[in-house]
T-cell receptor
């Protein structure tokens, strides 16, 4: 079983839709939770960073963490064609003497005008 | 401020050759991590350096090595290249150790092994 599971998609939605992206994890040592956006042939760009259960909002983006269920989500409101990208969840936890960041496989999102 | 920079952008090598990839972190950042991203997958952790010392190593063979210089820039070296080493190699920097600070990624070096 992978430490982090993420549906690879692709996910296709019309412009203006609410998008829900999800990851599950199995390692209870994960303490920090991130969402990155990666455009084709580019490096990942940090979108959201949380370290506790609950919701965190930034503009059209809301990150949700449920540590009891080992489940995190990213919601995108009023989705735009420019949101079309691959979204990676990432988690950080202490392992083998250092803090290791583990990524999901990424979900490819397409927002259709 | 300049972000994380990586060189070269693209690289084509043949099996058995050696490659050196370079990374300059954001000014003031002391930690550099290297990741390998195969097409269609998330980044896989290779190395983490903080204050010029190796803090962690992922599940990669000894053909992979790295170092961090006094100016906090870093090199990733891969010996005896295999076809399976073809990937996007990403460098990420953070102000302090990655457990306390978020990581910022460079654009990556795309390595093709023929």
């Amino acid at each position: 079983q992978k430490e982090v599971e993420q549906d690879p998609g692709p996910l296709s939605v019309p412009e203006g839709a609410i998008v829900s992206l999800n990851c599950t994890y199995s390692n209870s040592a994960f303490q920090y939770f991130m969402w990155y956006r990666q455009y084709s042939r580019k490096g990942p760009e940090l979108l959201m960073y949380t370290y506790s259960s609950g919701n965190k909002e930034d503009g059209r983006f809301t990150a949700q963490v449920d540590k009891s269920s080992k489940y995190i989500s990213l919601f995108i409101r009023d989705s735009q064609p420019s949101d079309s990208a691959t979204y990676l969840c990432a988690m950080s936890g202490y392992s083998g003497g250092y803090q290791k960041v583990t990524f999901g496989t990424g979900t490819k999102l397409q927002v259709i005008p | 401020d300049a972000g994380v920079t990586q060189s070269p952008t693209h690289l084509i090598k043949t099996r058995g050759q050696h490659v050196t990839l370079r990374c300059s972190p954001i000014s003031g950042h002391k930690s550099v991590s290297w990741y390998q991203q195969v097409l269609g997958q998330g980044p896989q952790f290779i190395f983490q350096y903080y204050e010029k010392e190796e803090r962690g190593r992922g599940n990669f063979p000894d053909r992979f090595s790295a170092r961090q210089f006094p100016n906090y820039s870093s090199e990733l070296n891969v010996n005896a290249l295999l076809l399976g080493d073809s990937a996007l190699y990403l460098c990420a920097s953070s102000l302090e150790s990655p457990d306390r600070d978020t990581q910022y990624f460079g654009p990556g070096t795309r390595l093709t092994v023929l």
